[in-house]
């Protein structure tokens, strides 16, 4: 006997935000169709018969916030059978960690508004989604300890500082500095300037560093575990 099914497959986009010494946000939309009308959602849609995964979440993101990003990580799936009020409906989701300030967001027919929020003072969210960056945020966490990051969301030249703050915010905690260097100095992942930071308030120059390029990208491939 045949089985009949009514299952629609869509996408969701987890992009978390982060700028220098400041907090983690994720992008939003707010809807401009039922069901969760006028809400705040993630980006996202159903995928259409020709697409792949990757080009329907490419292609919802950037119709519906005008973000364009190169690459997104698959995060889970998500297939509650009550999770959509217009059916049976199963989302992949699917998350990227970048610098808002390389954006300009644009709100299309898809969507009336679109903004970044910190993941601490979030709205209330359409469907599921509260627990879609509930899971994205302990990914990240989860993945900055076998995988260096910064390269994307630092400038081209920082001081350690910015980077142990990088850390700290992602983790949601302190860390232990000393340690940390001597860590991320062993990884061969930074490279020492005889530049200083330009000081803004009286205090000793802050040492500027860059990242080994050609390092960083083969731990980025080949992924590595350190504690921090």
Same mark, same amino acid.
Request: proline content about 4%; hydrophobic content about 40%.
């Given at each position: 006997?045949?089985?009949?099914?009514?299952?629609?497959?869509?996408?969701? /986009?987890?992009?978390?935000?982060?700028? !220098?010494?400041?907090?983690?946000?994720?992008?939003?939309?707010?809807?401009?169709?039922?069901?969760?009308?006028?809400?705040?959602? @993630?980006?996202?849609?159903?995928?259409?018969?020709?697409?792949?995964?990757?080009?329907?979440?490419?292609?919802? %993101?950037?119709?519906?916030?005008?973000?364009?990003?190169?690459?997104?990580?698959?995060?889970?799936?998500?297939? %509650?059978?009550?999770?959509?009020?217009?059916?049976?409906?199963?989302?992949? !989701?699917?998350? /990227? @960690?970048?610098?808002?300030?390389?954006? $300009?967001?644009? !709100?299309?027919?898809?969507?009336?508004? !679109?903004?970044?929020?910190?993941?601490?003072?979030?709205?209330?969210?359409?469907?599921?989604?509260?627990?879609?960056? /509930? *899971? /994205?945020? $302990?990914?990240?966490?989860? $993945?900055?300890?076998?995988?260096?990051?910064?390269?994307?969301?630092?400038? $081209?030249?920082?001081?350690?500082?910015?980077?142990?703050?990088?850390? *700290?915010?992602?983790?949601?905690?302190?860390?232990?500095?000393?340690?940390?260097?001597?860590?991320?100095?062993?990884?061969?992942?930074?490279?020492?300037?005889? *530049?200083?930071?330009?000081?803004?308030?009286?205090?000793?120059?802050?040492?500027?560093?860059?990242?080994?390029?050609?390092?960083?990208?083969?731990?980025?491939?080949?992924?590595?575990?350190?504690?921090?």
């Amino acid at each position: 006997m045949a089985i009949q099914q009514n299952i629609r497959l869509s996408v969701d /986009a987890v992009v978390f935000g982060y700028t !220098a010494r400041e907090s983690i946000s994720v992008l939003l939309i707010k809807r401009t169709i039922e069901p969760f009308l006028h809400s705040w959602a @993630l980006p996202g849609g159903f995928v259409r018969d020709h697409e792949s995964l990757e080009e329907a979440v490419t292609r919802e %993101l950037q119709t519906e916030s005008g973000v364009h990003i190169n690459y997104l990580e698959q995060l889970y799936t998500f297939g %509650l059978p009550s999770r959509d009020p217009r059916g049976r409906v199963v989302s992949v !989701a699917h998350f /990227a @960690l970048v610098n808002p300030t390389n954006f $300009k967001l644009a !709100a299309s027919s898809d969507a009336e508004d !679109a903004g970044w929020f910190n993941i601490k003072e979030l709205p209330d969210l359409a469907f599921d989604h509260a627990g879609i960056i /509930a *899971e /994205a945020v $302990k990914r990240l966490r989860g $993945k900055i300890r076998y995988q260096p990051i910064g390269f994307e969301l630092l400038d $081209k030249k920082f001081p350690i500082a910015d980077l142990e703050k990088l850390y *700290e915010t992602l983790l949601d905690r302190p860390i232990d500095r000393r340690n940390f260097q001597k860590k991320m100095n062993h990884l061969g992942i930074l490279i020492a300037h005889n *530049e200083t930071q330009k000081q803004l308030s009286q205090g000793r120059p802050a040492k500027l560093f860059s990242f080994n390029e050609k390092r960083y990208f083969q731990l980025m491939k080949d992924g590595i575990a350190f504690e921090v």
